[in-house]
Structure formats: structure tokens, C-alpha cells
């Protein structure tokens, strides 16, 4: 590992919070402010630096990275690493670094909020009075009391949402194959063994998993016909939130979904494409809204963000190791 100790010069492409800058720069750092372009980092544009920090838009693939000579740490100004080639960062010697905890409560009540949202028909409604129609008639809704949120993945933001949903009467259910039952015992959550049960029991379905090999398509159309609520004596239909990552929902499943009523509202954050293409189906659905990956845009999980990948950066560029390296294994 490069050791770096003193005014290291750090690009920041995607965006970071004035304090962290400060932050950064009086630790002794040069900070350079400015989305780079793919084709300028292919052109070895980061060479000349010691450090990046990124959000989500900036892709460091493998090519990028090995035009990056000079870079020692690179830092996620976030959670999730999918935009970066964690081994072959690693290969090259460095380090990256993320900061995991900052945005928990900010996805936490964007998820709340997809899924009152949808229940009530904020978002129909809101766009129905923008064309001039009063359709109380039609926005009967119904209640998250009673109902069984099934959340995949049972990480810190779903067990979040499972606080919040528990006091509006909810039974949590979770699906997670790597969490330890007693976790999900002392947060009352009913823990599946197979996704598919959680499928079968859950009206409501969260996602707070990573997208990865085993969960891209987890919400496929067969596990949405699963779901119970159009059967028997419940009538609340089905509804899916997603603040987590893009590809762990097949969007053209939950199109036709839709459009068979299988599902009866669906909500995202995040998607396959993203920006998304032009004139993009699904979102014009009737009974789909969604936000443009918005889950960790709030003051206060930038300015924590910020300050913590700043630690982690600083850290790492002195030769430690930083708590939230993230690809230790391949260094
Ligand atoms: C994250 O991984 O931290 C969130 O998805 C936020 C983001 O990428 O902007």
C-alpha cells in the first residue's frame, strides 16, 4: 500500500458536502471539485491523483483503475460499492473505503414514505389534481395495520423499517440467509428459510439487499404471482417498494404485473438503467411511482456521508486502515 501522509490531491466527482471538503483540505489535502467524464478517466485523467470520492454516478472499472496509477484510496461517499471493481482495485493496491451508515435513517423514511405513498394514492392523486380531476371516488386506499411486510434482506435499514412499521401495526417477516435467527428474533421478525415462503405470506414486500449474482431478478414474475393479496378473504392486493438497488426487481416482470392487477402498486427508487431511458414504460403506469435514487439525498445523511468517507479517506491515505475498507480481501 502507498503510503501518502501530507497534502495528497483528492478528486471528488460526484458531489460531497462543504464540511467534508473542509475537512479534507485541513487535514492538508488538495481537493479538486468536478465530474470527470468515462472517457477522460480511461485517458488516465485520475493519474495525478492520490485519492477519488465517489457517489454513484462515476463508474472505476478495471480499465479505469489501471489508468489510475497514482491512486491510493478510493472512497464511496455511500453504501454501495457496485460502481467500483473491488478486486481490481485491490490488485492495484487500493484501498476503498465506504461509508455504511450514514444514510440508514434517510432510506428508512423514503421506504416509509413509497409505502404510504402507495396506499393511499399520494402520488395518483397529486397527478390526477394537475389535470384538473377531483377523483375521491377513486382513491380509496388501504392500511399498512394488520398487514405482513415481508423485508428482503434484514440489514440496518430494514431492521429501520421494521421499527417504524411495527408501530403502524405491521408483522414484520424477513427473508436474510446470512443473519443470525436471533437477530431477527429480538427485532420480532419472522425469519424465513426460503424466499419464496416470504413471497407467499407478505402483501407488502421491501427490498434491502445488495445486488449481486443471487438476488439480480429476485422479484420475478413468478414470485410476484406468489404473493397473496388478491386471494381469499384478503383484499389489500400487492404492493413492492424498492430503495435498495436497481436489477434485484425484473422491471419488464413488474410491467406486465401491473398490467395483470398481480401487482397492485409498486414503487422505486432505483432501476436497472439509471438515469432511465427516454420515454421509459413502466413509469408511466398508472399505479407505479417512483423517485430518482433519492434514498440517501437529505441534508443529514450528506453532511454525515461526507464526513465520514472524509475520515475514511484521510485514514487510508496515512497508511492505516480505515474501519470501512471494504475490499481488504484482495489487498
Ligand atoms: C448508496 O449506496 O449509498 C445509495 O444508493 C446512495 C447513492 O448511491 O447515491
Redesign the pocket.
Known sequence: MVEVSIMARIAVT?GMASEAVTVLEKAGHEVVLGFIEESELLDGALKDFDAIIV??ATKLNAEIISASDGLSVIG??????D?IDLQAAGSAGIMVV??PNA?TQS?VELTIGHLLSSLRHVAKSDRGMRDGKWQKKEMKGTELSGKCLGLIGFGRIAQGVATVAKTLGMEIHTYDPYLPPKVAKAQGAYLHKKVDTLFQTCTHISIHCNLSDETHHLVDEKRMRMMPGRKGSIQCGNHIVNC??GGIVDEVALLSALDEGIITSAALD?FEVEPLPENYALVQHANFHGTP?I???TLEAQQR?GLDIADAVITGLSGKKPKTLVNGQFL
Do not use: F, I, K, L
Request: charged share 20%; proline share 0%; hydrophobic share 45%.
Open positions: 460526484d457517489r454513484s464511496r461517499a455511500g453504501v454501495g460499492v460502481n465506504n461509508a444514510s432510506v435498495a438497488r432505483v435514487h434514498g440517501a439525498a456521508v
